[in-house]
Each structure stands twice: as C-alpha cells, then as structure tokens.
C-alpha cells in the first residue's frame, strides 16, 4: 500500500495488511512512536492515595472519591472555625478576664438621697 508522495495518510494505516513487510511509516514517526510509548508517566500529588484506595475499593467511582473529598474538607473547615472561635475567646479572657462585667451609675428616677443608681451587668 504506496501513495504517490511516499507516505500512507493516518487513517489508512489500520486497513494495510497484516504481511506486508514493507512499511510506509518514516523513520521519524516510527521514532516518535517509540519514545511516546517509553516516556515515563507523570504523577500528581496524592496518587499513591488514590491507587491504594481504587485497589481496596474497586467499585469506587470518582464520583465517590470526589465526594469524599468533599465531605473531609467540610470537616476540616468546621473544626477550623471551631478552633478559631475557642482561641478568640481565650485571647479576650487574657485581655478582659472571665467574667465580663459593666457598671454604670445613672439617673433614672428612683434614686435616694441624690445618689446615682448603681447597675452591673454580667457578660
């Protein structure tokens, strides 16, 4: 199977036959071929997880394993904010000390003797 130019186009290569000793295929792109095939594959960051789990769960879908994902990064964000909101409050107990509490003296019409009344409040 020749073509005028030398060169078989793509498409036609699966339908030459399976005897034929003589190739149309350049050297380059046999060439090109070979080091497509031997070129080591790239691996992503937590690969290794994600093999392991395929091999113990088969039928794990990347459905599942994208919702899984997704359910241990809620966790993480909660105990976050969790942990943010305790240490917020330890830093003003430090600053302010447990229990918080406001006192004001005012003239709100039940004084005695020409006195302020006296309120406190506990925060």
Known sequence: MSSTLGLTPRS???HRPINNTVTDIPPWVRASQALRQHRP???FPGQAVLLHFQERFPSASL???VSLGMVIMLM???IGQGVASWASMV???WQYGRPRTYQVDAFVGHEVNGQPSHFVAHI
Do not use: C, E, F, S
Request: glycine share 0%.
């Open 63 to 65: 459905a599942t394993l």
């Open 76 to 78: 993480l964000i909660l």
């Open 41 to 43: 594959r790239r691996q």
């Open 91 to 93: 830093v003003t107990d």
């Open 12 to 14: 036609a290569l699966r």
